[in-house]
Structures are given as C-alpha cells and as structure tokens.
C-alpha cells in the first residue's frame, strides 16, 4: 500500500477570523488519516481496543506548515505507515490542495501501544501482519509536482 488518502472539505468552524485554517486541525486531520489507513488494512481502532486491549497513543508528533488552507478549500490528507515495532508504529503525513498542487503540511506521529490500564505492552501479531503490509521506505513518497521538500 502506498498512500493512502483521504478527502476532507475546511469547514468555517476549523477557520481563524482570516478564513485560514486553525495549525491544530492539522493533527485532527492526520487521526482522521491514521483512522482510514487502519480500516483500509482491515481492521478499525475499536476492534483493536475492546478485542485485544491494545491502545495506540500518541507519543511523539510533529507538524511542519508550507502553505495556508482556507475555508472552504478541498483538500487531501495523505498516510503512510513508515515503521511498525514490537511496542510502536510511526505514521507520515501529507496534506495537500489538488485545485492548485499546492503542497501545504507535512507530518508524522509515532505511538505506543498500552493496555486499557496505559501499561506499556507488546502490539499483538495480527495487528503487526495488517499494519506491516506493503509498507515503503520514506524515500518513495510522492509529491505533486514540483512540491517535494527539500
């Protein structure tokens, strides 16, 4: 699997007095990326949590802004998982403007698997299998044209 993407249209509510998207919704937009590829892979959070007591938190983020979005704008938010261990996954993001190319964050997240008490545990191997699928090196992303970071 390569990326996988995920369309959201800027509601005015996730907009400052400007018309420019809030920075915070981007990591609002990155779970809602992290969501779909898990259900792309077969499997939903919830399963995850009430089948096998298994809770991916987040333990690390980071969010690097390029360009604005406006209210109103259509948008795609590209993930990729990059890296799957015994205790953690780290997820990458894209999100980016198709009216115009215009490439606008960058991202990613890493998390820690617990139990329902936030003990630390291993990721059960069924999730491992459906998470490890497919998965490329960080240097295959795909950019729209003319927008890779340098």
Not at 10 to 30: C, K, P, S
Not at 71 to 87: A, C, G, P, Q
Request: aromatic share 12%; proline share 4%.
């Amino acid at each position: 699997m390569s990326w996988h993407e995920t369309e959201i249209h800027v509601r005015y509510a996730e907009t400052d007095q400007m018309g420019i998207v809030h920075h915070a919704n981007y990591l609002v937009w990155f779970e809602l990326g992290r969501t779909n590829i898990c259900k792309a892979k077969g499997f939903s959070y919830r399963e995850m949590e009430e089948q096998e007591n298994a809770l991916m938190v987040v333990a690390e983020i980071y969010c690097r802004y390029k360009s604005p979005a406006f209210y109103d704008d259509h948008l795609i938010v590209r993930t990729k998982i990059e890296e799957v261990r015994s205790r953690t996954v780290r997820f990458i993001y894209e999100i980016f403007r198709p009216s115009d190319n215009t490439f606008l964050v960058e991202g990613s997240s890493m998390h820690i698997f617990t139990d329902k008490e936030k003990k630390v545990r291993t990721l059960p191997d069924k999730y491992r299998e459906l998470l490890s699928k497919e998965i490329e090196t960080v240097d295959e992303r795909s950019f729209p044209p003319n927008e890779a970071p340098h």
